[in-house]
């Protein structure tokens, strides 16, 4: 993560701009939220340290979102299909404020991000299997 500083020439106050790159760290997190689910308590979802400080930046890429209940976390309809490959997502995003005010141009599925290609999941496998709706 990167980081450019200026101040406001109004009121003075430090603005900052963090650069955040998907990695194989938030992929984990977003795949443990799947695996569970899709809906977890951070607290119980059983992150290691590195995990749990930087998950909730999954929401910049728009893989997770927090749902306000209970402190709990829910995969979006894009994280899941990031983590089966069927979409791409930004390399990076700039933040200010912990908004994203510039995402970059370069996409990525998550098979290019380093040392995530284990955390693919096969969602061609997933389609063949019997569900809830099948007789």
Known sequence: MTNNTSICPTCGRKITEYKHTINKTLVAGLARLNALGGRARIDRMGLDYTQFTNFQKLRYFGLAIPTNEHSEWQITEQGVWFLQGRIQISRFVITRNANVV???????????????????????????????FDK
């Open 102 to 132: 510039r995402k970059s141009t370069e996409l990525v599925f998550i098979n290019q991000v380093k040392d995530c290609v284990d955390y693919k999941i096969d969602w061609k496998e997933q389609a063949r299997q019997p569900n809830l």
